[in-house]
């Protein structure tokens, strides 16, 4: 009977594990070698790429080592010199073809004659485009011509084509492309493949959005060449797909063409912006679908802002008042309030009823819309309020009006505050962030959603006015409730602006938001105290408290939480998850699929040790995102890679950032933190402080009495019991 084969197995010696420059680590055979094992290795970090490569080939007994190179198993990536340093221990490693040999077999392939050899290697290259080494080698042996001259032919369709496309697009997403390699014919061909009326595999469509969607980000000198063959227009029907990566990739390339489109084409994707088309569509089939993902949810928000950025013009214009059009849109103000001809009316009179609209400098009422923001925007949203809404715009203005005097609300100024408060709300102007998410399903139910959102505002603004019977004097602190209104109820993302107006006058209303301030008051109303002895309790107990939020934070990060992988610095839909060990050393992340449930930490196959953290980064300090968003945070470890985040919310981004501080034995610094402490702390004080209701609190402790004359004096507890 032969006797069994036993696995191959390396022997580690013990006396290297404290080492941090060597890493044990799993490596498999190259593919051709079916005949060898995979095998344990201790590889050390100090030595050198090709003698690591040539010692890991020694092991298989493989031949001409120059030839191979290394990657990791489950991504493919290529380790080069300068990635070394990331190696750690667990990590399953390969031997395989080196990146440059890998590129020419690709390339040889590319010119074969064989239509299922190209087909073969054009699999081979879409799986291998994505690493940055294999990338550059393959642009270096002149890769890239191949691929334009084969879409430029047109030969290949199906999923050779996507390949080709695939490839092209993760060129492009590693930054090593030349834009100006892309030819006129080239993009006109991919361009075509976005063509609704031609009968194109949805896959190729896909990848078609896409490569042009990077082209326009990343090549000023390209985009003429997509505008002229792409339009919004056009682009529109893939928005009515039922395939959902379609619609996202479409809407994606909407935006991209909005956002760099220079100067002398603004104004007619400024056009395609305000269409009713596009907007019904985008309402109907993306925006009311079962479940957007967190992409669809970014591009959302940026076809949002790019639309509400439309308006900054005319907030940022002072009216001219010497404008024909300005001095009718004034006069319809008044003959919608008070008359329906103006015609016969003396100037006097006419002077009084711009008094009684509100209007600061009643003789000349064009001189109110000086401020810039909101400048023109502020006077058309008043003129859209009377002419779409006359009935109601009236209604305002006499109810204002039956009010006594010192209770009168002034329309005009309201109305100009309110535009100016609306824009800061809706952020009119600025530059929409890469990794925001926070679209308003009702602005895309309707035509004209500001000035729609305007009427509906403008109208709580008089409830709110007259349930806090308030006087001019009480101006700011009725615009400041009402933004807390309006603010309150976008959080609840409302689908129309019926809702919306449910919702302010049901959930959201001035009652309700002086709970919401007197609760707020209540929290802190301990602190308002200054006597002595209540700042000593306070002292005392404030140790207590943050070894409650210490402990709270702590139990966060080891429950975990799920983040959005980054794409290209953009927010994707796959998902990674990061939880703290039970024993509080150990940081355990990884890819999850399954997003319902919570995964073990078994399942987490990266980690890193907290005794290997140097410092968190956030904000605009951090590396791994493109914009500087508030919510990214990034650990920067001694001997492993930085670990970047982008937290989905404040809370989430508060917690981490305070439990990975206090890890470090730092004090935790978010706000988040600090109003626990405040709730906390103001709670125990009410407890502690329950018996002394009523009894006033000196400011200063009481004197200590003197001494008496002498200590000759006892407490008798047992003659007191007796006694009783």
Not at 80 to 95: A, F, H, M, P, R
Not at 217 to 234: C, D, K, M, R, Y
Not at 326 to 353: C, G, N, P, W, Y
Not at 502 to 518: D, F, G, K, M, S
């Amino acid at each position: 009977m032969s006797r069994p084969v036993m696995p191959q197995v390396t022997f580690i010696d013990v006396t290297q594990r404290n080492d941090a420059n060597i890493v044990k680590l799993a490596i498999h055979p190259p593919d051709q070698h079916t005949h060898s094992m995979p095998t344990l290795y201790s590889l050390d970090k100090r030595k050198s790429l090709p003698d690591t490569i040539r010692d890991i080939a020694a092991e298989f007994n493989v031949s001409s080592p120059t030839e191979y190179g290394i990657q990791y198993k489950d991504t493919n990536s290529y380790i080069t010199e300068s990635t070394k340093g990331n190696i750690k221990d667990g990590d399953i490693l390969k031997l395989t073809t080196s990146p440059d040999k890998a590129a020419k077999e690709i390339h040889d392939g590319l010119q074969s004659e064989s239509p299922e050899k190209v087909r073969e290697t054009l699999e081979k290259l879409a799986s291998s485009s994505g690493d940055v080494t294999f990338a550059g080698e393959f642009i270096a042996q002149k890769g890239v011509e191949l691929l334009i001259k084969m879409v430029e032919i047109g030969n290949e369709n199906g999923r050779p084509l996507v390949c080709i496309l695939s490839s092209f697009y993760d060129l492009m997403e590693n930054g090593l492309l030349d834009y100006d390699q892309l030819t006129l014919k080239f993009l006109k061909r991919v361009a075509v493949f976005t063509n609704r009326s031609e009968k194109t595999d949805a896959d190729v469509v896909k990848k078609a959005l896409s490569v042009l969607e990077i082209v326009v980000l990343n090549s000023p000198s390209q985009f003429n060449i997509v505008a002229n063959e792409v339009t919004l227009s056009s682009l529109c029907p893939h928005l009515e797909s039922k395939d959902t990566t379609i619609q996202l990739n479409c809407l994606a390339l909407m935006n991209a063409l909005c956002m760099k489109a220079p100067a002398e084409k603004q104004e007619r994707f400024e056009t395609s912006l305000m269409s009713k088309e596009i907007r019904t569509v985008i309402n109907e089939k993306v925006v009311r679908a079962p479940q957007i993902g967190t992409e669809m949810s970014h591009h959302l928000y940026v076809f949002q802002q790019l639309t509400f950025n439309l308006l900054d013009k005319r907030m940022r214009a002072k009216v001219d008042t010497n404008n024909e059009r300005v001095h009718e849109m004034i006069l319809e103000l008044r003959q919608h309030a008070f008359e329906a001809s103006a015609e016969s009316k003396r100037q006097a009179a006419f002077t009084d009823d711009y008094r009684k609209l509100g209007f600061t400098n009643a003789t000349n009422p064009g001189a109110d819309f000086s401020e810039v923001p909101p400048g023109l925007l502020a006077l058309e949203c008043m003129a859209y309020f009377s002419n779409t809404h006359t009935d109601n715009y009236a209604q305002v203005v006499h109810e204002n009006l039956s009010r006594g005097q010192e209770h009168q609300c002034p329309f005009a100024r309201t109305s100009i505050a309110l535009t100016k408060t609306l824009g800061a709300i809706l952020a009119v102007g600025d530059h929409p962030a890469e990794t925001k998410q926070d679209y308003h399903p009702m602005f895309f139910s309707t035509d004209k959603a500001f000035e729609e959102f305007f009427c509906w505002c403008i109208k709580l603004f008089n409830k709110t006015w007259k349930e806090m019977r308030a006087t001019l004097e009480d101006f700011s602190k009725v615009m400041s409730v009402v933004s807390e209104q309006i603010n309150l109820s976008l959080e609840k993302k409302p689908s129309t602006m019926d809702q919306f107006w449910t919702a302010l006058q049901t959930r959201y209303t001035y009652v309700h938001i002086v709970e919401l301030r007197q609760q707020a008051r209540w929290n802190k109303e301990e602190w308002n105290s200054q006597a002595r002895p209540v700042l000593e309790l306070r002292e005392q107990i404030k140790p207590e408290i943050q070894e409650l939020i210490r402990q709270q934070r702590l139990n966060y990060l080891c429950t975990g939480t799920k983040f959005n992988r980054l794409r290209q610095g953009k927010l994707s839909d796959r998902y990674w998850y990061c939880r703290l060990s039970p024993n509080h050393k150990t940081l355990h992340y990884g890819d999850i699929q399954d997003v319902s449930t919570l995964p073990n930490i078994d399942s987490l196959t990266e980690k890193i040790s907290i005794a290997d953290i140097e410092d968190l980064k956030t904000g605009k300090e951090c590396s791994h995102v493109k914009s500087k968003t508030s919510m990214a945070f990034q650990i920067v470890c001694q001997n492993t890679p930085s670990l970047g985040f982008v937290a989905s919310s404040q809370e989430v981004f508060d917690l981490w950032t305070d439990g990975i501080n206090i890890l470090l034995n730092q004090k935790p610094v978010s706000q988040q933190a600090s109003t626990d402490m405040d709730t906390l702390l103001g709670m125990e004080m009410k407890i502690r402080l329950l018996d002394t209701a009523n009894i006033p609190i000196p400011a200063e402790p009481p004197d200590i009495p003197p001494p008496p004359p002498d200590y000759n004096f006892y407490y008798d507890t047992r003659g007191k019991r007796d006694s009783q």
